[in-house]
C-alpha cells in the first residue's frame, strides 16, 4: 500500500508563481510515473504535466513554458510561473506504482491552487 501527499496550493496574484510538492510513500518496488492533474470547478480533471521513471515529459499544450515538473526519487514538484486566474483549480497527484507482481495508481487528495486576477 502506498499513500500519496501533496503539498504547496495557495493563493497567488496573476504573474505569480506558486511550486506544489508530491511524496510518494509507503511498500513498493518502485514508481513508474508521476503526475499532476488538475480539476476546475465545473469540468472534468485533466492532465497537467507527467513524467516517467525514464524521464520521459509530457505537459498540457496550457502549461508548456510556464510550468516545470521535476523528480528526485519519491517526490514530484511542479513548479508553476506566469500563473493565469484559468489555473484556478484542485491539483492531484498522480502516481502509479510497481508492486512487484502488479502496478497500481494513487492519488493524492488534492491541493488548492487560486490564481486573482
Not at 10 to 31: D, E, K, P
Amino acid at each position: 500500500q502506498a499513500q500519496v501527499v501533496e503539498s504547496g496550493g495557495g493563493l497567488v496574484q496573476t504573474g505569480g508563481s506558486l511550486r506544489l510538492s508530491c511524496v510518494a510513500s509507503g511498500s513498493m518496488r518502485g514508481i513508474n510515473a508521476m503526475g499532476w492533474y488538475r480539476q476546475a470547478a465545473g469540468k472534468q480533471r485533466e492532465l497537467v504535466a507527467r513524467i516517467t521513471s525514464g524521464g520521459s515529459i509530457n505537459y498540457a499544450d496550457s502549461v508548456k513554458g510556464r510550468f516545470t515538473i521535476s523528480r528526485d526519487k519519491n517526490t514530484v514538484y511542479l513548479q508553476m510561473n506566469s500563473l493565469k486566474p484559468e489555473d484556478t483549480a484542485l491539483y492531484y497527484c498522480y502516481c502509479n506504482v510497481d508492486l512487484w507482481t502488479t502496478t497500481r495508481g494513487y492519488w493524492g487528495q488534492g491541493t488548492q491552487v487560486t490564481v486573482s486576477s
